[in-house]
């Protein structure tokens, strides 16, 4: 895997857009109008964009799978991100969500070390084309390689039982789940630890 460039931005949105496709979480947060499809896409670059700046995005080898991660006390400049959270709240979530949406985000962040000592990964998906070609492996096995190198555990988030399914099966494990019924989903907590869920992974 590597680290993406300002040119490699089409690549990434479209690959994170097609990611979105049946992830209720994902379109719950956009407001719904005839619009949505140009939300899902504002969202997707706020993803790119902030991803970017933390020095965070990567892509496969061939192209077809990204990830974002990155550390999570690495913030950015605040003017920098006032701007990048403005534009997503006009270009994609819209005044009646912004508050349900903080709160929200503030309890996806307690569930986490407050120290913000861990990796955290907020994306990690492939192309329609790409899945089932190696690229989700080849970024599996580099952002835990990454996360051995930085000994740092790397944390997650899912709405999509088959997604969680899946980080099980890389060696993640669920340390809470959160039901949220009025948006008719369940979030499910992940960690993956290099000195523990990291000796009995399997690819």
Same mark, same amino acid.
């Given at each position: 895997?590597? /680290? !993406?460039? &300002?040119?490699?931005? @089409? *690549? ?8 979105? #496709? ?23 670059e706020y993803l790119f964009d902030v991803g970017f700046a933390k020095k965070g995005v990567y892509l496969s080898t061939d192209n077809n799978a990204t ?11 605040? /003017? !920098?991100? &006032?701007?990048?959270? @403005? *534009? ?8 009646? #969500? ?104 399997r690819a």
């Amino acid at each position: 895997m590597h /680290l !993406v460039t &300002k040119n490699d931005k @089409a *690549r990434v949105v479209r690959i994170i857009e097609e990611s979105f #496709k049946g992830n209720p979480s994902v379109t719950w947060v956009v407001k719904d109008d005839h619009k949505k499809d140009q939300r899902l896409k504002a969202l997707a670059e706020y993803l790119f964009d902030v991803g970017f700046a933390k020095k965070g995005v990567y892509l496969s080898t061939d192209n077809n799978a990204t990830a974002i991660i990155f550390r999570f006390n690495n913030k950015l400049n605040k /003017l !920098v991100e &006032k701007y990048h959270e @403005a *534009r997503l709240l006009i270009r994609a979530i819209g005044i009646k #969500k912004m508050f349900k949406i903080l709160h929200r985000q503030a309890y996806l962040k307690s569930q986490k070390p407050a120290s913000g000592e861990y990796l955290y990964m907020w994306v990690f998906g492939a192309s329609d084309e790409g899945r089932g070609q190696g690229g989700a492996l080849e970024l599996k096995e580099g952002i835990f390689q990454l996360s051995r190198d930085v000994k740092l555990p790397i944390y997650i988030e899912t709405t999509v039982a088959q997604n969680r399914m899946v980080y099980e099966r890389y060696g993640f494990s669920v340390y809470h789940s959160w039901p949220v019924p009025h948006q008719g989903i369940t979030v499910w907590f992940m960690k993956w630890d290099p000195e523990i869920e990291g000796k009995i992974v399997r690819a």
